[in-house]
């Protein structure tokens, strides 16, 4: 079996084991979870995780050149093996949209904007949880709202400052936040420009418009000089050819 | 009568009814309005309101497919319903921009930097309004000094964080700022970056026109061409046929 | 004497009175001037101020269509008039740049950028200046060096928030401070696009080059064909008209 | 011996000098080092900057126009000559990476994106250790990590406030920072939009291409035409010459 094809069949399985580790983790930091409730999402927890290690342990033995599979794929390593990045193994779900690179350029932009959108949203929740389990303890975000609001301050790059984390984790996770930020205002600067670079160009793509329509112009008259010239030598001859 | 045509009769209507809107709601928020005064404004409120949820009642009964209609305009609906997202009315206003859409590309960017001046203004006033609404009570957004004062500083996402809201509506419509802001940023780095490509690209457009001037130079020689050789053998064949 | 002949040769004597003024309220705000020296300096400002009261209304007698000139330049007129907009003046120093409009495209970017580093350490001066003025006795930005720390804090958007304006007049010169920075954001990430466009478009330009050699040899070719089609035809007729 | 050779020959020797003096300092204000190891890391960048001021005195040597050299490198000098301006010399590492303007178009952008990581990671990493340097002593940052963390949140100007610099030295840093993060989001931005706007346009590209074939069938035409010309009056005048 080739890895490519392991690939292709377990990517809606995977994201759906994402989404189970995203409700188990979301349950077991918002609520905060003591006694059996925490066993339980702790076992849900622990089960997608093993189905993790097992997806990237089949791509380890089905990769063609395993150790360069191995060192290209240190980060997929980092997320199944360090407790920490837990929550980066819902990557998983902004994989699926990688699915963008292939639609036509029509709808480019618009599908440029939904994507940076619900990869935004999915960052804020994903960052709030993540901080909240980080900081609830030592830091002053301590309530998954609070959290929520934490992240949009900070990824909107306002940061007043009311809450700030203060573990090695949560502003590990506040770095990340800040980087999405960055790439969500460039995502949007950079689609407004081309669309307005675009409106003001359309007038310049009108001008490039007529000058293929005179090319055409130019390609009918040759070609009508060439079959007038033609027939013309038609003509000349077939009045000498009988008067030899 | 059709949707469309309703649309079309009730927009400056129902802008006006925005503004009236606009009036009361800020004498309401602003002057912290008790007694006799608060009952008139809140009664201009409560009459705007029905005007909007009639104008709402009416588009649905004109709509074509009335259940597409309604899903497709569930934002409408919580406008309309929600108490919290009264603000949100005076979207009304910035429809009038719409018409923008339809201008030449001319003066494109020049009414793009209009709009998003004007539309920056009316968010700062309205969510400002909206936050000292939402914090008047529990929060340090105690009069409309402060909250324009906020809203700019939320706006540009310096966000020194002298003021910050506390209260869930308050948080929400900080979120709306920040959104507003980073499109802010978005509109003027894009203007700026479509003016400064136009101006380096305007040798790139007279070596096209240089092209072009080419291709017409190119085309009167064929059409001589042509012409020439028509002479040429209308020429011959007149002192041919006589011959015969 | 015409309008346009005045505004041409008061330029730079304009320009240089701007300057002093620079000096002279520099000199007050930033050693907080008290008795003598603090009248020397405030009355060098007012002679200042009466050069350019008397500029604008040399200009208002000059102008042709007089109420016309007025409405459009309330701007000026409030900067002559307000004393708290007196550091407004320095926008002299800028118009001088306006030259810049008038250069060729080859070095526009570079100069552009020279142009955005010029404006952003003068208004971080003049803004400092002001918002000492401004906060001095009420607020927490109480010695030059702190406003100038502010001022850059506020314009890179960073707004740490450890000094605040609270004055009205020092909060009115932060949303100037404000929207410098978001214009001098904008202005580097668009002149950096508009290189990353160009360098990535030379590829392009470079097939654009070769349609229009393409167009020049097909030119050359039918410039050929007509000298042949002539040469023939003289040929033909040559050796025709003898045998007549 | 000519000036460019030296610097071409010693361009990888600096470098290198550059990272051993990059871990002493690094060493000497992570550590806080007191006693022998101070002297030892003391002495390593001593010896680091008798390179660095020999490599100056050298150049100034070397060059052929002596005066203008050192009025052109001013900045050079003060590098060296002012120990608050040690973690300049580290720039010569920024300067290795000028082969990227010698790159093709092809990746022109992927290595933009990698060059503004490993600048900002190599600024964030100098600019916490210069301000752990000046605000140790004076203010709040009084750790690697909280420098590393402040250095983080100040490029990326969200600005919390938790860490602010109170030395004159440790706010020149930071505004390094703060332009330092400017240019990355503008760098971010332009890179995205240059990849949009040349999605966008590959639609165009195409139809260029189209005209650029059409061109090309417009030119075989002419070829043709020209061919059957010539092949026509050939034809003509074999049968007219054996005629005389």
Redesign the interface.
């Known amino acids: 079996m080739k890895l490519a094809r392991w690939r292709k069949q377990t990517e809606w399985p995977l994201a759906a084991v994402a989404v189970v580790f995203l409700i188990a983790y979301s349950w077991e930091v918002i609520a905060d979870l003591e006694g059996p409730h925490a066993v339980i999402a702790e076992t849900v927890i622990n089960v997608t995780w093993a189905v993790f290690v097992l997806d990237y342990l089949v791509q380890l033995v089905l990769a063609e050149r395993r150790w360069r599979w191995f060192r290209t794929h240190l980060f997929d390593l980092a997320v199944v093996a360090l407790p920490a990045l837990r929550p980066l193994r819902l990557l998983r779900l902004v994989t699926l949209l990688a699915v963008l690179h292939r639609t036509t350029?029509r709808f480019?932009?618009g599908r440029?904007v939904i994507y940076a959108a619900g990869a935004s949203l999915l960052l804020i929740y994903v960052a709030a949880l993540a901080e909240l389990d980080a900081e609830r303890s030592e830091g002053t975000i301590t309530n998954f709202?609070a959290a929520i609001?934490w992240a949009?301050?900070?990824m909107?790059?306002?940061?007043?400052?009311?809450y700030?984390p203060v573990t090695?984790v949560g502003?590990l996770v506040?770095?990340g936040v800040?980087?999405g930020?960055?790439?969500?205002?460039?995502?949007?600067?950079?689609?407004?420009?081309?669309?307005?670079?675009?409106?003001?160009a359309?007038?310049?793509?009108d001008?490039?418009q007529?000058?293929?329509s005179?090319?055409?112009?130019?390609?009918d008259?040759?070609?009508?000089?060439?079959e007038?010239?033609?027939a013309?030598?038609a003509?000349?001859?077939d009045?000498?050819h009988p008067s030899?």
């Open positions: 350029n480019f932009r440029i709202a609001w949009c301050v900070t909107s790059t306002v940061g007043y400052g009311d700030v090695i502003r506040a770095i800040m980087i930020g960055i790439a969500l205002i460039g995502v949007i600067t950079a689609t407004l420009a081309s669309w307005i670079v675009e409106r003001v359309a007038s310049d793509r001008e490039q007529e000058t293929r005179d090319l055409q112009d130019l390609a008259q040759v070609a009508a000089l060439r007038e010239v033609r013309n030598f003509n000349k001859e009045p000498e030899r």
